[in-house]
């Protein structure tokens, strides 16, 4: 059987439309679509795709039930591995995981696993899903520590296992990352949140409004339970201190991305969370989060929107759809330069910038070409609003209130990668507060090696 070297296009708002709306960009597979695409799997025995899945997904067994017509069962599957698969499904960088080891890519696209894991999840969110039967087995108690995806999958997989597990967040509402820092027209928050209910359902408790380091310790949260799980993310911007960086209308990504998604600002004055947009913005950086932010502006109100980055588009670390969908809406690249200093008028509004052109030598640490000033080649580049998304590092709350865990010199914990023990008894962690920013399925893999890494501790060894 000849099979198509394309993938099945998913259906995506018009660009003219949705840059005026928050409303999701690409709206899914139907049946008749989901059926093309899963028809592309060869079904292969040893499943290469597999390898590239952090929580180990059995993709040809979901796709060949999908094809079967057999919806329920392919959720089903899926949850076998992941909590949050219409999550997954939607920000999940497949290209560079479990797609990236597709055989079909030998010859054209790979099979859209991550389109199809969205068709059952979104499938079974419009029916309703079943609430498991989990049966309390054991007397242990964990504490989770943050509840964003590490948090999310560590607590789901804790309670199918049979353990009580409370989930303690600092925000108003759970859901860390996915619903502070991922925009609207790329995450639902109604997505979020009913998955959210999903891990409740397996009898996770979550409680809100509790700052570990200040609300309690980690050292009294041993007293209380039998193990720790921290999942706190790194929710602490990092800025390029450089002079001016003061000046007003100059925003961290992560505040200026809080203020919109999960304080609403887009609906003011429904929602009493103002944000003001200027004319022409500039965002810094070339990752994920500065595609939401220059995206987002645009959907505020700015006239022009750039990024402003120091190597190339081959290196940037944004997926390739999001960078694609940045440019159909309009936003400006502007590649190989790095700012130098902000300028501001007499009331202390940015007015521009002061880059300089770069160009790019031999790899550096990270495998990515490094980028080299160019003498003499500074020019101003006028701009009244700075979006600075350059990465974030984990709030030292915990480093400074926890005795016995050990922290890179990056605020990081230092973990065992295998087991997820950190350097104190009975604490585990996992996720952006030991990695510093990566994906959401990054964080949920190592959610899932430390949640049996505790079941081994608490039952297997009797600890």
Known sequence: MLVSKKKTPIPEQDP???????DEVALGYTVDLALEEAERCLQCKDAPCIKGCPVNINIPEFIRLIREKKFDLAIKKIKEANNLPATTGRVCPQETQ???????????EPVAIGRLERFVADFELQKGFETPKIERRNDKRIAVVGSGPAGLTCA?????????????????????????????????????????????????????????????????????????????GAGT??????????????????????????????????YDTPVKIGKKVGVIGGGNVAMDSARTALRLGAEEVHILYRRTEEEMPARYEEIV???????????????????????????????????????????????????????????????????????????????????????????????????????????????????????????????????????????
């Open 325 to 463: 969908h940045a440019k159909e809406e309009g936003v400006i690249f502007n590649l190989l330069v790095s700012p130098i200093r902000f300028i501001g008028d007499e009331k202390g509004y940015v007015r521009a910038v002061e880059l300089q052109k770069m160009t790019l030598g031999e790899p550096d640490n990270s495998g990515r070409k490094r980028p080299i000033p160019i003498p003499d080649s500074n020019y101003i580049f006028s701009l009244d609003m700075v979006i600075v998304a350059i990465g974030t590092v984990p709030n030292p709350l915990i480093a400074k209130t926890a005795n016995d865990l050990t922290f890179t010199k990056h605020g990081t914990i230092v973990i065992d990668e295998k087991t997820g023990k950190t350097t104190k008894e009975r604490v585990f962690a996992g996720g952006d507060i030991v990695t510093g920013s990566a994906t959401v399925i990054s964080a949920m893999g190592a959610g899932k090696i430390a949640a049996k890494s505790i079941m081994e501790l608490l039952l297997n060894h009797n600890s």
């Open 237 to 270: 911007p990092q800025f390029l201190n450089i002079a001016g960086e003061n000046l007003i209308g100059i925003y961290s990504a992560n505040e200026f991305l809080t203020r919109v998604n999960l304080m609403k600002a887009y609906k003011f004055p429904e």
């Open 16 to 22: 003219k439309e949705r840059i005026k709306n928050f």
């Open 98 to 108: 479990c797609e990236a080891f597709c055989t079909l890519k030998k010859i054209g």
């Open 156 to 232: 789901g997989d804790l309670a199918r296992m049979g353990f009580e597990v409370h989930i303690f967040e600092a925000f108003h509402e759970p859901g860390g990352v996915l619903i502070y820092g991922i925009p609207e027209f790329r995450l639902p928050k109604r997505i979020v949140r009913a998955e959210i209910e999903y891990v409740k359902s397996l009898g996770v408790k979550i409680f809100t409004n509790i700052i570990i380091g200040k609300t309690y310790t980690i050292d009294e949260l041993l007293k209380e339970y039998h193990a720790v799980f921290i999942g706190a």
